[in-house]
């Protein structure tokens, strides 16, 4: 078989998803429209990994206080926002892919799977003309990761371990996320720099105001103060897992809303934004401290960058184009697929998985909670308390819970 490319992203809205345009989402999800050449613009990836935090319901609009848009997630009031950008997303990668096909041919990506969890989600879409026949039935899971199973904080150890995919159709037994031959990790991961850049410098997204070497100097000397990477070498987390280089844009948090360029003075500037991924054909060494070039016999890294001039968000989104080397083997069904390695010294050994009453527990425990929290709190704060700014309103309330409803009916029978 032929090798599949693969483009996976990541974007903390900040909780201001409904202000974003088609214009904002075709700048996320088709970067390449920018390049100047046309053997970048017609590269097409054959499956998409759209990875969203902090989503906020479209439903809302963008005047209402910060606090009701996070307790809505809470809540589990996204549902028409997951609705309406599959759509919207679907439109904009099926439209691209027909404009730049020979003869204009029509094409399509269709979903292969949704899953959220609160304000977390990710979508996965696929290239119909060269996916067909490659890829097998999707398995979702999810994990509340906070105190008492509520879905609002993460952690990589108790992902490693409370991230079970069970068995069914597509799989033969329980599996582990590296129980798998290619593993890609995104989200917002919160590593910010150990301090502020020397003299208070602050990155800038390009060369306008400096030449480019002075530019990749800087870069370079703000990732020697990255956590993760501070982290990883400590064999923490991330064992076994890579990324794409951090020079080739700059932090991507704490950005200043409604600017291209430009940092809050209030927090620690930091890649936040990450997207870390293994292979099994990955050879040991590259995840030494002085790892060599990539080799061609294992997955490469074709496109890796920001999109700066999304502005709706205190976050810039990411992305990686990534080459997976063409299928070595005949496997009778992905659970007798290749896996990847143990991570190399000094990494912790991977966790075991909790057993599954345990888990099943908690996750019913925390998605009680989520709602026993995120209901009242909502409720309160769209009353108002008789506060003419902060309450919605009993009417409002109503037309946002029939929305959500409306669009999930309409969604179900289409």
């Known amino acids: 078989m032929s090798e599949l490319t693969v483009f996976c992203t990541t974007y903390n809205t900040g909780l201001q998803g409904s202000l974003a345009q088609e214009q904002d989402l075709a700048s996320w999800l088709i970067p390449v429209l920018h390049e100047t050449t046309q053997e970048n613009y017609n590269q097409l990836p054959d499956i998409y990994a759209i990875g969203v935090e902090e989503l906020l319901p479209l439903h809302l609009a963008c005047e209402l206080p910060i606090l009701f848009r996070q307790l809505t997630s809470v809540a589990g009031l996204s549902f028409g926002v ?31 799977s949704r899953t959220s ?13 060269t996916t067909q026949g490659r890829l097998g039935k999707a398995v979702t899971s999810s994990v509340g990761l906070w105190r008492l199973g509520l879905g609002n904080k993460s952690a990589y150890n108790t992902i ?34 150990t301090k502020l850049p020397k003299a208070g410098v602050y990155p800038t997204e390009n060369g306008a105001t400096k030449d480019l070497i002075a530019l990749e100097r800087e870069r370079e000397a703000l990732v020697s103060l990255d956590t993760l990477k501070h982290e990883q070498n400590l064999g923490n987390v991330f064992g076994g897992m890579r990324e794409g280089d951090l020079t080739r844009f700059a932090p991507t948090y704490k950005r200043v809303v409604g600017q291209v360029e430009g940092y809050s003075k209030k927090r620690i500037p930091g890649w936040t934004d990450r997207i870390l991924f293994a292979s099994h054909t990955d050879p040991a060494e590259l ?11 294992t997955t490469q890294i ?71 929290i995120g209901w009242p709190w909502t409720l309160l704060v769209l009353l108002g308390f008789g506060n003419e700014k902060a309450g919605m309103g009993v009417s409002a309330f109503l037309a946002l819970i029939w929305g959500v409803w409306w669009s999930g009916v309409f969604s179900g029978s289409a």
Do not use: C
Not at 86 to 97: F, K, M, N, Q
Not at 160 to 188: E, K, R
Not at 288 to 295: G, I, M, R, V, Y
Not at 342 to 370: C, K, M, N, Q, T
């Open 82 to 112: 997951l609705v309406a950008l599959t759509d919207r997303i679907e439109s904009i990668l099926s439209a691209h892919a027909t404009s730049i096909s020979p003869g204009r041919e029509p094409e399509r990506f269709r979903l292969v």
């Open 117 to 129: 969890r609160v304000g977390v989600a990710l979508w996965v879409f696929a290239r119909e003309k």
């Open 160 to 193: 490693l371990s409370s991230l079970i995919f069970y068995p069914g159709d597509a799989l033969a037994h329980p599996v582990q996320p590296f129980q798998t031959s290619h593993l890609f990790i995104m989200g917002d991961l919160n590593y910010r720099l």
């Open 287 to 297: 995840y030494s401290p002085n790892a060599p070039e990539t080799p061609s016999s």
């Open 302 to 372: 074709t496109q890796f960058n920001s999109a700066p001039e999304l502005t709706i968000s205190d976050h810039k989104p990411v992305y990686m184009v990534a080459t997976l080397p063409p299928v070595r083997h005949d496997a009778a069904s992905p659970s007798l697929a290749p896996v990847l390695p143990p991570p190399p010294p000094p990494s912790r050994p991977r966790p075991a998985a909790r057993p599954r009453e345990e888990l099943i527990f908690w996750d019913i425990v925390g998605s009680v909670l989520d709602r026993l």
